[in-house]
């Protein structure tokens, strides 16, 4: 006895090629491989998964793929006529080019993790899915398994955003998390976050503040039409920040995290884009989003301030976004129909960033956190409030630590709002004094609406 009329209909056959088969794709066949009936059902295709990518076949892997369906040679997986979507999850920006371009020429599908990727050549790849009619889906490069593009492009739609901050690095956040928990050495912790697979391969991406600001980029690009380079971006990691700052801002109620912010102002036009360690009030909903978790405020001009919480990085949590976007792609191939960025969202995109600019320095406001090593002398403190004064710059708290017997002393101290121009002029006038013995470390005091 037929089971449903949809039994009858001839089912179309769709095939899946991965290139790269490490952490993220491995975590993609696997939950795919357990799902494929599910989904066969669901969407009434018969999925294939016809071939994988590697650079190294030979190489030992918790996931086992019969040898025929192995290769050395990403393009074979791009050409191979029963291959519709391409997952690109090899990361790096050469190789990885070359293959997203030649299969959006070939007019293939192609589902990308590449954060790197995006944010570096997003303008060609976009040009090039206008102009061959593909497709691009990248929810899996930002924010791990929280699906923060669909809520930009989809359940957010009626919304301008004027702020767009949060934590967006798993790998930073997990060691400032554990560092603050455990008081365990960055090396230690930097070592557990490579065997859980949340460090790029290229870790400097992590620590450096970049991967952040590639997301970013891509989050500042959906929500207001621009691309943003680094050179017009504050982008800082974490490796000056020490386990005493994290006591330190603690005992001015802060945490520190890794923020990337994007702010936009409607009225002037201008737009901010930075990635820094951050103090963030502990009773903050981002300030309590530990481990390689995520959160992300969205405060859009209809739906107020909106924040998503979830695993940023790892395996599972990466697959659980790509097999999204992967279903998505499926839907779009067996009925067409405009999922994914279409040529009028990329044309909406274009009008939307055409009367943005990118903001001055004196126009982007804050409060600040400055720690000092001074040298323990009577009157240097002293030297150290003339320079605030002469900027009219306020100081709301200071605290002076117990001097540590080698000659000098630290002090810490915050800031009342101010511009990140005159905060400039301030910390020139630090460096050239004498008694400032060390580079001061700067950080930015972030209020989140959460
Ligand atoms: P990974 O573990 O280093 O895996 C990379 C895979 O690509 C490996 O299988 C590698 O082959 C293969 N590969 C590299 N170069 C190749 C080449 N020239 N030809 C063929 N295969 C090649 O990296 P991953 O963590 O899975 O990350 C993949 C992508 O997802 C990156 O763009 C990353 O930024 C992004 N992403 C990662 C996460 C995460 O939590 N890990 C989360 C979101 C997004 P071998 O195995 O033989 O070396
Ligand atoms: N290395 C990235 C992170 C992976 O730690 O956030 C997820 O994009």
Redesign the pocket.
């Known amino acids: 006895m037929p089971s449903n009329t949809g039994s009858l209909v001839p089912r179309r056959t769709i095939g899946i090629g991965l290139v790269g088969f490490g952490t993220v794709g491995q975590g993609v066949w696997k939950h795919l491989e357990a799902q494929r009936a599910d989904l066969n059902a669901r969407l009434g295709i018969d999925l294939d998964l016809v071939r994988v990518a590697v650079r190294d076949a030979r190489k030992p892997r918790a996931m086992s793929v019969e040898a025929a369906r192995m290769t050395e040679d990403p393009f074979s997986v791009v050409d191979d006529p029963r291959v519709h979507i391409v997952c690109e999850l090899m990361g790096g920006t050469e190789v990885a080019r070359e293959v997203t371009l030649r299969a959006l020429r070939a007019g293939k599908v192609v589902v990308s ?1 590449n ?1 790197a990727l995006i944010a570096e050549h997003g303008e060609e790849i976009f040009r090039l899915v206008r102009e061959h009619g593909g497709r691009f889906f990248f929810e ?5 398994g929280i699906p923060i593009i669909k809520a930009i492009r989809e359940g957010l739609v009626a919304n301008r955003f004027d702020l767009i901050c949060g934590i ?7 060691i400032l998390s554990r560092m603050e928990k455990e008081k365990l050495p960055y090396e230690t912790i930097l070592a557990d ?1 490579r065997r859980l697979g ?3 391969a290229d ?1 400097s ?2 620590l450096d503040g970049v ?2 600001f590639h ?1 970013a980029g891509i989050l500042a690009y959906l929500a207001h039409g621009k691309w943003v380079d680094a050179e017009h971006a504050l982008v800082q990691g974490i490796r000056k920040v020490t386990l005493e700052d994290i006591g330190r801002a603690r005992d001015f109620g802060y945490r520190i995290k890794l923020l990337a912010v994007i702010r936009r102002d409607f009225r002037s036009g201008w737009l901010t884009v930075g990635v820094y360690p951050a103090l963030l009030p502990l009773d903050k909903l981002l300030a309590r989003v530990d481990g ?1 978790f ?1 959160g992300i405020t969205l405060v859009g001009d209809v739906v107020g301030a909106q924040t998503f919480v979830g695993r ?3 395996q599972d ?2 697959a659980s976004a790509v097999i999204g976007d992967i279903v998505d792609a499926l839907i779009a191939l067996r009925d067409g129909g405009t999922k994914g960025l279409s040529a009028a969202d990329l044309d909406f995109l274009d009008r939307l960033g055409e009367g943005v600019r990118m903001a001055e320095m004196h126009e982007i406001i804050g409060k600040f956190y400055l720690r000092l090593t001074l040298a323990d002398r009577a009157g240097v403190l002293a030297d150290v409030y003339r320079v605030f004064a002469e900027e009219s710059l306020s100081i709301a708290r200071v605290v002076q630590y117990e001097h540590e017997g080698k000659g000098t002393g630290t002090v810490t101290l915050s800031t009342y709002e101010t511009s990140e121009l005159v905060m400039e002029r301030v910390l020139a006038k630090l460096r050239a004094l004498n008694t400032v013995l060390e580079e001061p470390l700067l950080l930015r005091i972030f209020t989140p609406e959460t």
């Open positions: 993790a954060k899996a490069s930002v924010a791990g967006i690095n798993g790998t930073t956040n997990y976050a949340y460090v790029e870790e991406l992590d991967d952040a997301k390689a995520n940023g990085a790892g949590a990466t």
